[in-house]
């Protein structure tokens, strides 16, 4: 994927880049990238956010049907992984808008690849306070 592409035209390579034959990490790195990108570019290009999340859940999908794509091990079951940028940022991004409950799902999914442990704690923390509240204010 060309460093130029951006955009409308970045979103174009992406999906030409996921239809040719590749390897699984190929497709991780096309859309790890992509993702990067997206969230570089989110200010001028309106659509980037919402195809971020498309891009994020597609590596996720794809982390946990080839795990051994984000592995070190070269063995069939892998047990120590790369960071990933892709996922936790979706999760953020989903916490910033409110979206606890579905960035919480996407964290517990990453802790199968030793990451989001952090992030589970801190949202479940927030939904347990959000649940709290609600119940305080329903009350009064």
């Known amino acids: 994927m060309p460093v130029e592409a951006s955009g409308a035209g970045l ?13 699984a990490m190929d497709y991780h790195f096309v859309l790890q990238g992509a993702v990067d990108r997206l969230w570089s570019g989110r200010r001028s290009y309106s659509d980037g956010l919402e195809l971020l999340e498309v891009f994020a859940l597609l ?34 991004l989903l916490e910033r808008e409110g979206a606890f409950a579905d960035a919480l799902e996407l964290a517990r999914r990453l802790v199968r690849f030793d990451q989001g442990e952090d992030a589970v704690g ?6 347990g306070a959000l649940a709290a509240e609600s119940t305080v204010g329903g009350t009064a």
């Open 59 to 92: 590596d996720l999908e794809l982390m946990e049907a080839a795990p051994q794509v984000v592995s070190f091990d070269t063995g069939s079951v892998p047990t120590s992984f790369v960071h990933v940028t892709s996922v936790p940022r979706l999760v953020m």
């Open 11 to 23: 979103v174009s390579r992406v999906w030409e880049a996921l239809e040719l034959p590749g390897e």
């Open 122 to 127: 801190r949202l479940s923390e927030k939904i």
